[in-house]
Each structure stands twice: as structure tokens, then as C-alpha cells.
């Protein structure tokens, strides 16, 4: 199928209008965001889920709740991002920080990844999406590690868009664990220090494969990072909005990735990429 605003386009948005197309058949950009150029959409968003437990606090609800009507938003911007051609969205579900958490939170959160990974599985399955998760194994409860090992494996063939859950996700440890990797082969001489480059070392981190993010967006309002995804964000765009994640919807979200479309991003250089 064609789209009218297709005649305008140029040899880069129609190229990539036929790479989206490719991966999902049913993607629609320019319908759902009209006069995008289709080559400007993020091929990878890093997403900054916060503001679960303000939600529910400012509805007198405790913020487990919140969790559960954050964790029901995920669907939602699965479908959003698929819909554009979005080919990776990473999502912040659990850091290293949260454990300094009341313990009864941090159950709450585990018992939902488990309960997430069980009742999605097919969901997730039918809809072609490809799971993969992100941070430290140790310290992470048994139950919730096999639930996510099972949906993982569950998914493993889908060929759309590939989801990415980070959790006991910390970006100082992934740098740590990843430099202890490199230090290892090193010391057995399975490699010499001085081949040790950018490329080897982003190899290293659990994000192996995976493009960088070109866009990360934090709901909650607050304009920091969080020690997420510290090394591959380097030359992501930033956005912040002051939506909480359970209210954070697919109108708010078409409109940053026009905003982001119409950024110049420039990676050191004094032209914007074309
Ligand atoms: C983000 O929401 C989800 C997790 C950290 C698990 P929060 O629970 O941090 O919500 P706020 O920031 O307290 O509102
Ligand atoms: C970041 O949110 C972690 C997740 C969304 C999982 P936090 O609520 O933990 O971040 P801070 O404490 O506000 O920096
Ligand atoms: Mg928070």
C-alpha cells in the first residue's frame, strides 16, 4: 500500500518507510503521525518509567498499585512503538537502587515480574514481540529470574519489536561487570590490553547487539539519569515530560518523536546527520 504523502518523499524516508514496512507489516507511520519523515523515527527508545507511586499516592492508593497500572501501560507503548517502526524499546522496570526500598514494595515488584511474565507471555508472543533482559542475575529472587528466563526463551523467535526489561539494572555495574570481563581475558591472555576499544567494550555489556538508544524519554518530571544505560546514552536525545508513567499515553508519545524528528543531531559535528 501506498501512502499520498509517499510521492514527497525522498530516496532516505522512503527507504526507510520500506525497511519499517519489512519488519511490520501493519506499521503506519505516517498515518499515526502525519508529514513524518520516516527515516527521523528512533530505531531504539530507552524508556525511564517513573512516577508510578506518585500516581497512585495522589489517588489515596497505596503505590503498588500504581506499579500495577504502570506495568499495564507497558502494552500500550509496545503497540505505540511497533506502530511507527520502532525497532527496540528498553524499559527501566528495576534498578540496583530500588532494593534500598520498604522490603514489602520490593516484593510487590517482584511478585508483579513474575506475574507480568506469566500473564503476557502469549500476548507478547502473538504479537511478534522479542524479550530481552537487561542487569545483574545475583541478588535477583529465583521465581522472578525463571519467570523471565521462560518468557525469554518463549519469544525468542518473534521478529518484531524487541523489548528490552532492565532489571536489577544498575549502568555503573554493567561498566563494572563489563571491565571485569575484559581484565579476565586479559590476565588468561585470551586478548592484549591495548585491543581493548569502544566496540569491544560495548560488546561486553548486556546490551551486546543492540543499537544505542537515540532517544530517552523520563516521565515523572525529574531530569536525571538514574544510573540507567550510562555508557550507551551518550549521544541519545533527552526528553522529560511531567506525566506520570500509568497517564503517560500514545498522543504524548507520537508527539516526542516529532519533536525528536525535528532535532538536530549533530554527534560532535557542526552539521546535523542527514
Ligand atoms: C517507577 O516509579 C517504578 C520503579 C522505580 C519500580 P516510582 O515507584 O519510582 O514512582 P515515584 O517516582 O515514587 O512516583
Ligand atoms: C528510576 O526511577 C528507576 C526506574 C524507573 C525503575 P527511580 O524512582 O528509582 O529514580 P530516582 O530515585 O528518582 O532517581
Ligand atoms: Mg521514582
Known sequence: MTHPATDSMG?????ALGRI????????????IPGIDPSKIPVHIAMIMDGNGRWAQERGLPRIKGHHSGAKNVQVMLEACAAIGVEVLTLYSFSTENWSRPEDEVQGLMEMCVAYCEHQREALKSNNVKVRVLGRR???PKQALSALD???EATSQCTGITMCLAVNYGGRDEIVDAARSLAAKAVSGEIDPDQIDAAMFADSLT???LPDPDLLIRTGGDFRVSNYLLWQISYAEIMVTDVQWPDFSQEEFYGMIRRFAARSRRFGNINSES
Open 11 to 15: 530516496p532516505a524516508a522512503e527507504a
Open 21 to 32: 514496512k519489512d519488519r511490520y507489516p501493519k506499521a503506519d507511520p505516517l498515518a499515526l
Open 138 to 140: 545475583e541478588g535477583m
Open 150 to 152: 521462560s518468557l525469554v
Open 207 to 209: 546490551t551486546k547487539g
